[in-house]
Nanobody, 126 residues
Framework: VQLQAFGGGSVQAGDSVRLSCVVS????????MGWFRQAPGKEREFVAA????????DYSDSVKGRFTISRDNAKNTVYLFMNNLNPVDTANYYC????????????????????WGQGTQVTVSS
């Protein structure tokens, strides 16, 4: 299984960015997908998650109302729309997948996910 994330870059505060993550190697709709981020010197933290068919989503408090996770199972792709970015959002963003999750709730911990993308850097300047 391979996850390839892209779409990061350097932006100004208040700007928007869309990240994409393409999954290959297994049936995409079998994966619960998540986005995490890691800033320099900090632990990797949960950002958002989405269920296999997209009917359920979950967000960290720090991004709720600004970020939107979605997926297109026909394109094997999960997206993270990030709006009203500010410098504290600067981090390397990782997509993650959990195959055939049996969790009742969308997982928020790094250990819950088996597959990881390589990360894409988002830098927000003020």
């Amino acid at each position: 299984v391979q996850l390839q994330a892209f779409g990061g870059g350097s932006v100004q505060a208040g700007d928007s960015v869309r990240l994409s993550c393409v999954v290959s190697g297994r049936i995409f709709s079998d994966f619960t997908m998540g986005w995490f981020r890691q800033a320099p010197g900090k632990e990797r933290e949960f950002v958002a998650a989405i269920s296999r068919r997209g009917g359920s989503t979950d967000y960290s408090d720090s991004v709720k109302g600004r970020f939107t996770i979605s997926r297109d199972n026909a394109k094997n792709t999960v997206y993270l729309f990030m709006n009203n970015l500010n410098p504290v959002d600067t981090a390397n963003y990782y997509c993650a997948g959990k195959w055939r999750s049996t969790y009742l709730n969308l997982p928020r911990t790094t250990g819950s996910y088996t597959y990881w993308g390589q990360g894409t850097q988002v830098t927000v300047s003020s």
